[in-house]
């Protein structure tokens, strides 16, 4: 069997004329975590919608274990767990009745399923406080909850870390990276925070209006991203004539008034701030710096930014 | 599916509405009482107290509101909070789920009818409207259970109207449209509508003073219910098949 768990070919949703997710070919990998990038609105939930069968494809597959969702679905979803969206419970019962209802549902055999599963995400077992009382971050946590409530072997989340405090994302993020590591599961989570995928993906999907513009893995994204020589100078006309006279430089690129970077990393640092100085130019800073996952993203956006 | 009707009964804790609905229950068995008090007869005939108590509005009105009511509050919940997506994929059967709703609403409805032939007979033999007699009892428990059955029935077509909307004031005025459509069409055709359906079937025999039709045709009135019932099953297998 393929190491991909999940595997997308030339996948499509169409609302009328409007393509929200265009042939989208997305792979991923057993016991990673994949981390699909994406602004709001990017197609994001659709995807994961689609892969979990909760919304028609219109065109090209979606397999989840080497198939496809629909006609299957008694065999997978048991062994899928998946956030999507804002998680929704009954408002009248507490977080434990919630997660006895599914865990009733799912016919899940370890009779402290539910217990463990609040223990995992932090919140009380049996506590009296009903779903419609629960911050928003609480709800997040329930979601998560009932999204592992099973052991299942593949869990889709989509922006889990939503509606979290600071100290709960970095909870959350621990979690996940444990569940991957330590448990073996296949994570497909999305975000719109760069950082949080940063911190916590294998693997990596950048989605843009509905196009999946890359897939790498972090390492190759790493590798991708390019070291450069980043100068801060009193005088950036000077300092490129200087450069480009003395040194030869010609893969250069002036960020501002300020700011030159030098994407030739074999100069010598030490002989352009000699120069520079020498020629009156004040060296504010200088130093080797590499491109921020950020920045790439910018890049390959056409120049649009992300959280 | 039982599994689903036992996680149905769990869904209804702390919803105290549905206990306050069921005094309802009470309300024509109280009017007959003060009817009956305000004529001041004493022994009258029990199918007459009871057409008043329970065969009456109660059939035609009170029962079938109250259920679309429930159907409604079963079903507005998990639209309200977008909870079919995490039921789909457990993964609960789209069928399953529609007849839990059913089977809850059947046992609602012989809660009721239950509720209410106990008021009946409270407010008939107590003040001596009504004399005590098992028979009129044992006949007034059977058909009301026999209403409690085929009102439930009859309130399909609701529960699938309301299986197939996100909002509730839609499945509410379809609520209220189909039941003084069942009030309105009995005088001109006894067999289009389910409700009016129910009163040939309870009526029949003439047990029910006032509501006796004179050629009852209850294979035609199960048949028309059959009918609709089906129609129902099919649109909300349909409308729960569309929703993703």
Redesign the interface.
């Known amino acids: 069997m393929s190491d991909r768990i999940i595997e997308t070919k030339q996948l499509t949703k169409k609302y009328g004329n409007q393509t929200v997710v265009n042939s989208v070919n997305l792979h991923v990998k057993k016991g990673h975590i994949y981390g699909l990038l994406g602004r709001n609105g990017a197609g994001k939930t659709t995807i994961m919608k689609m892969i979990l069968g909760l919304t028609s494809i219109t065109s090209g597959s979606a397999e989840v274990f080497g198939k496809n969702i629909k006609g299957n679905e008694k065999r997978i979803y048991p062994r899928i767990g998946a956030m999507i969206e804002a998680p929704g419970f009954y408002p009248n019962l507490t977080g434990t009745e919630n997660l006895e209802i599914f865990a009733k549902l799912r016919g899940t055999s370890a009779p402290d399923a539910v217990k463990k599963a609040l223990e995992v995400v932090g919140l009380p077992y049996r506590d009296k406080k009903i779903f419609s009382k629960y911050s928003l971050g609480m709800k997040q946590r329930l979601g998560i909850a009932n999204a592992i409530l099973h052991d299942p072997e593949v869990l889709i989340l989509d922006e889990p870390t939503n509606g979290l405090d600071p100290i709960g994302i970095a909870q959350m993020r621990e979690f996940i990276k444990k569940l991957s590591t330590e448990n073996g599961k296949t994570i497909l989570i999305s975000s719109h925070i760069l950082s949080e995928i940063a911190l916590l993906a294998d693997d990596i999907g950048i989605i843009d209006k509905g196009v999946l513009l890359e897939e790498s893995s972090m390492k190759e994204l790493e590798k991708k991203n390019r070291k450069y020589i980043l100068l801060q100078v009193s005088d950036v006309p000077k300092t490129i004539l200087i450069l480009e006279r003395r040194f030869q430089v010609k893969d250069y690129s002036v960020q501002d008034e300020q700011t030159v970077r030098i994407y030739d990393t074999e100069l010598n640092m030490g002989e352009i701030n000699k120069v520079l100085v020498m020629e009156a130019i004040a060296v504010l800073s200088s130093g080797i710096c590499n491109d921020t996952l950020e920045d790439y993203f910018r890049k390959i956006t056409g120049g649009e930014g992300i959280a | 599916m039982l ?2 009707v ?2 149905e009964f ?2 209804l ?3 105290k509405v549905m206990w306050i609905m069921l005094l309802a229950a009470f309300v024509m068995p109280f009017f007959a009482f003060l009817y009956f008090g305000y004529l001041g007869k004493t022994n009258i005939e029990p199918a007459l107290f009871y057409k008043w108590s329970a065969f009456g509005c109660t059939l035609f009105l009170i029962l079938p509101f109250i259920l679309g009511l429930l159907s409604i509050m079963l079903i507005h ?2 639209n309200q ?3 079919l ?8 059967s789209k069928i399953g789920y529609f007849f839990s709703k059913f089977f809850i609403v059947f046992l609602y409805s012989l809660c009721f009818m239950i509720i209410n032939a106990a008021a009946s007979v409270l407010f008939s033999v107590i003040p001596n409207y009504v004399a005590f007699e098992w028979n009129s009892i044992a006949f007034l428990v059977e058909r009301c259970l026999e209403i409690a059955g085929l009102t439930a029935f009859a309130a399909l077509p609701v529960l699938a109207v309301t299986v197939s909307q996100k909002g509730y004031i839609f499945p509410m005025c379809i609520t209220l449209i189909y039941i003084f459509a069942g009030f309105f069409i009995t005088p001109v055709n006894s067999y289009l509508h389910p409700l009016s359906c129910i009163s040939v079937i309870i009526s029949r025999g003439g047990a029910v003073p006032g509501i006796a039709l004179l050629e009852p045709n209850l294979p035609l009135a199960f048949f028309s219910m059959c009918v609709w019932g089906i129609a129902s099953v099919a649109l909300a297998v349909v409308t729960l098949g569309k929703r ?1």
């Open positions: 599994k689903l036992e996680v769990c869904k804790r702390r919803k919940d998990e909070y977008d909870m997506k995490q039921l789909w994929i457990v993964p609960v993703k």
